[in-house]
């Protein structure tokens, strides 16, 4: 598997949850292709398209601060299953991460991330990301 | 040192938690090479070739859903320390994480891995782990 | 992005915290410029310089022991900003885990990593550290 490929998607991991966190909602929703799919039991329904992702993430920046904390999603375990020309799977652990202003910080929950990407010229973009969390059955 | 060599390393360890973690013990036993040695202070003795890494994996697995918790290896801070031909020695950081169904998520243990890799074809296998855990003196 | 460049970066944050984990205050202090710069609001003042910054990690690891405590620096999410022949920007995410031998692990604090490296050689060093604590308003 070619390395300069593989760090690519390293990357695109890393700086997603940079700009989530970071209140960036545009450009957390420009990581997924314009038709792109986030699939997760924490929320009610799938956020499919550029605009609900916007509002999706905005949303999530606005109930952390509503809740006086800082959120940050922790990725680790980035396992590249598959990859081509077009097209990459991956998966990845996901620890979303709460800090409240002059306490302390806890895991909010553990989940796992199962995404199907696609190359967006020298970069990736997901396509579909399906979440699983580890505190449903 | 070569990207790509050491990309293919950050696949494995990412790749084992994963194997581990979703109960594909065979899988994960075949990341170590034929004599591959697992030695760890949380267990009695030193867990030696594929079989009985094996079993140990799926005794893993068992505890776990015995204590209604699903447990993720987040591996972390993956250092190649040396690197050649045939053979590297990598240094790694492991969180053993714990989360219960509709509960909450807490740190387990917190560990250190120190292992010995041995090339195999484009890919790397365990030769010898070492864990260390901090809560052990 | 040149991969391999993308992963000596890796390697440089992976080696940094099992260095000042280890008590290895000198060589921490190395992966810095000489003239480095450490900025982090959990410290009255910023630490600029080889040896003030050995003896900070120096300090870290007293301050570690006599509470009884192993301390990790987990890095995770390291994001390549930008990346020329001579210096990159870098943010990543760091969450400092104390463990107490014979007790549980928690989360002493989550900050966030924005860094400038400049290029040594085959390796990179850091030149100014700017750490954000999430418990800070």
Do not use: C, K
């Not at 598959?82 to 996901?94: P, Q, T």
């Amino acid at each position: 598997m070619d390395g300069t490929q593989v760090t690519g998607i390293h990357q695109l991991y890393a700086r997603q949850s940079h700009l989530i966190d970071s209140g960036n909602a545009g450009g957390w929703a420009d990581t997924f292709t314009p038709d792109g799919e986030f699939h997760s039991p924490t929320y009610p329904a799938p956020v499919v398209g550029r605009t609900p992702l916007r509002d999706f993430a905005r949303d999530f920046a606005r109930d952390a601060r509503a809740g006086g904390e800082v959120r940050r999603h922790v990725v680790t375990n980035v396992y590249v299953e598959s990859l081509d020309a077009e097209e990459a799977r991956v998966s990845a652990y996901l620890q979303v991460m709460a800090t409240r202003v002059a306490g302390g910080t806890r895991v909010l929950r553990l989940t796992a991330l199962h995404d199907r990407l696609v190359r967006h010229g020298d970069d990736w973009r997901v396509a579909r990301r399906d979440v699983r969390r580890d505190d449903t059955a």
